[in-house]
Every structure is written in C-alpha cells, then in structure tokens.
C-alpha cells in the first residue's frame, strides 16, 4: 500500500501539471480576423502572415477567431450572396464548419491555410485536397455542409459580422481586443505584443507599435471594398500592377 506521503506527493504533481503557466494565466489577447475566402488579400494575409503566430510562438499569448463571411449580404430569401460569386459562398461555408468540427485553432487553421493557398495559386476547386494535407478527416465537414448546418454558422457569422462597432470597412479585417486595427493590420504582432500583460514571448521582440504613413497607404491598398464588383476588383489589381513597373 503507498504510504500517505507518496499519495500527497502524486497529488501535488498531477495539480502542477494542471497548473496554467504564468503565459496561459495572464488573460490572452483576443485577435478576430473578418475575412472572405476568394479575396486575394484575405488568402495572402492567412497564408503568409498570420501563419507565423503559429511558427514563432505568439500563438500561446492569443486567442485567434476566425470568422469567414466578410462583405457578404444575405438576401430577402436568406441565401448568401457573395462578393466574389458561389464558390466564395461555398468555401466560407465549408471553412466555417471547418471551425466548428474542430474547434482546435491549430487544425483548423492548417486546413483553412492550406484552401487559402490554393485559392492564392487559383486552384481553389481543389479544396478537397487539403482534408488529406491537413491530416484531417472530411466526414464531419462535409455533413455540416450538407445539412444546412453550415448554413447556419454562416448566419451566425454574419450577424457577428454586421454587429461591429464600427462596421469593418472592407476585409480583411482584424480586430485585436476589440480595437480594429484599419489598414495598419500588417502590423498585427505588434500590436498584439503591446496589448499583452505578460512576460512577453521572444517573437515580441523588435516589433516597433510605429509605422510610417508611407506604409499605411501602401497596405490600405491590399483590402477587399464591399461596394467593388468582381470586374472593378480586377481592373483596380491590374492597374495596381501597372503601376508597379512605371
């Protein structure tokens, strides 16, 4: 039989193993991305940006909610009408049961990552794919999908979506504790770093809360307007891409 002192001593253990660390104890900082699926924007600061939160170790100081919807409305008869057509409805849809079904931020984000990366190499109709590269099976997502289940995140989504204060103005569009960050949202660890509380990780290290006017303007540019059809969109990219070389 253990002796009472052995018993304590497992006891104590298995309570500091529960423990949170001093990280996890202080309170985390709320990072929410508004975003929709087909905007080149939203895919690029998913893919390459965002991802390093999850590299360099930010990630144990946030809580990261993604909410897929974006400048979609929802019309008279309830269905979705999307900024960049059907298959941008479809895909917000599915990363939204994505998030739902698996409600661990680093399996959902690896299978979101992977749709945007193919949306951002326009081979977004191979998004079945990514159940396979995320290591992930697609049961669950593909009922909620076909359920009408995700139909409803959606909604739930959008009703998030519209409740900002002040409405986001294009996407993407991050908010970190509650404050949106407007065209500086490149700038995202910084200001994630300036609103912890905590012993502050590595990664925090270097990022400077300041940013030239200069590159403000440059990144106000790399948004999605609500009020641009697909064909403006295009033509302001084009252009854009012009300009690059003049």
Known sequence: MASPHLIFAISLLSLLSLS???????????LSLYYETLCPYCSNFIVNHLSRIFSNGLV?????????????????DGSFICQHGANECLLNVIEACAIKEWPDVQEHFRFIHCVENLILGQKENEWQSCFQVAGLSSEAVV?????G????LELQYAAETDALRPPHQYVPWVVVDGKPLYADYMNFEAHICG??????????KGHRQSISQEMKASRGDQ???????????AARKSKKKRNKFT
């Open 20 to 30: 949170p660390s001093h990280a996890s104890a202080t309170k985390r900082v709320s």
């Open 60 to 76: 144990s100081i946030v809580d990261l909610d993604l909410v897929p919807y974006g400048n979609a409305r929802v019309s008279s």
């Open 143 to 147: 009922d909620c999908y076909n359920s």
């Open 149 to 152: 289940y995700g139909r409803q």
């Open 195 to 204: 609103a912890y509380d905590g012993k502050l990780p590595k990664a925090c």
């Open 223 to 233: 948004v999605c307007l609500p009020s641009e059809t697909i064909s403006s969109f």
